[in-house]
């Protein structure tokens, strides 16, 4: 059983699209996060829920919109892809404190 | 001054020997480090986590860990072909238990 399972694992799509992924984790962990991965490798965290609540919440346009119906799944949305928006999408589940992280496959995101 | 540097390599050894990668962090609150390996293409990968200052050894791997100096080590001894990665550094920020991730080093281990 794939325990960090994200969907889809490529998206190619025109500038101007909306676009959803879809996280799910069965390790029972209560936080999920989504982190981008720009072409240079640098992974950086966008958002994190704990228990369907949002912690964190860096600066990211607005254009991106998590939702968590609950502790087992993390949505990301995304309106209006623009071309700098191309990167791989990980979403992660931990425990809460200073557990480590276990990450999805990755989804990659690229914008005609 | 990034939060968690590391050096991008590529840090380049020969199959069987020791490969040494190291990380500084900027948060001297800091409890929390592990290493992820991630291969080409694929997801980030838990190597190890270590809180106490000292070493941490897991089969070929030994993670250290200088919190007065705020440096962290993984170290790969007998290094093989299939080691060649990017190893990431991670760090937990204190107060705000967000992870921070360095821009990672690539390793090539040479046959």
């Known amino acids: 059983d794939t325990a960090v399972s994200q969907t889809p694992k490529y998206l190619v799509t025109q500038m101007g699209n909306d676009k959803s992924i879809k996280c799910e984790q069965n390790l029972g962990h209560d936080t999920m996060y989504w982190y981008k991965q720009d072409s240079k490798k640098f992974l950086k965290i966008m958002f994190s829920?704990?228990?369907?609540?949002?912690?964190i919440n860096e600066t990211v346009p607005n254009r991106f919109s998590p939702k968590s119906p609950d502790k087992a799944h993390l949505n990301l949305h995304i309106n209006s892809l623009e071309l700098g928006d191309s990167a791989v999408y990980f979403c992660?589940?931990?425990?809460?404190?200073?557990?480590?992280?276990?990450f999805g496959d990755g989804t990659r995101l690229s914008i005609l | 001054q990034k939060e968690v540097e590391q050096n991008s390599g590529p840090l380049s050894v020969p199959e069987g020997a020791i490969a040494s990668l190291n990380c500084t962090y900027s948060?001297?609150?800091?409890?929390?480090f592990f290493w992820y390996r991630q291969y080409s293409g694929k997801s980030p990968e838990l190597i190890m986590s270590?809180?106490?200052?000292g070493d941490k050894e897991d089969g070929r791997f030994t993670a250290q860990l200088n919190k007065a100096s705020q440096y962290v080590s993984l170290l790969i001894r007998d290094s093989q072909p299939s080691d060649s990665a990017t190893y990431l550094c991670a760090v937990i920020t204190s107060g705000t238990y967000k992870y921070i991730f360095g821009t990672g080093t690539r390793l090539k281990v040479l046959a």
């Open positions: 829920y704990n228990n369907k609540e949002l912690i």
């Open positions: 992660a589940s931990g425990g809460t404190g200073n557990q480590p992280q276990h």
């Open positions: 948060d001297r609150g800091s409890q929390s």
């Open positions: 270590i809180y106490s200052n």
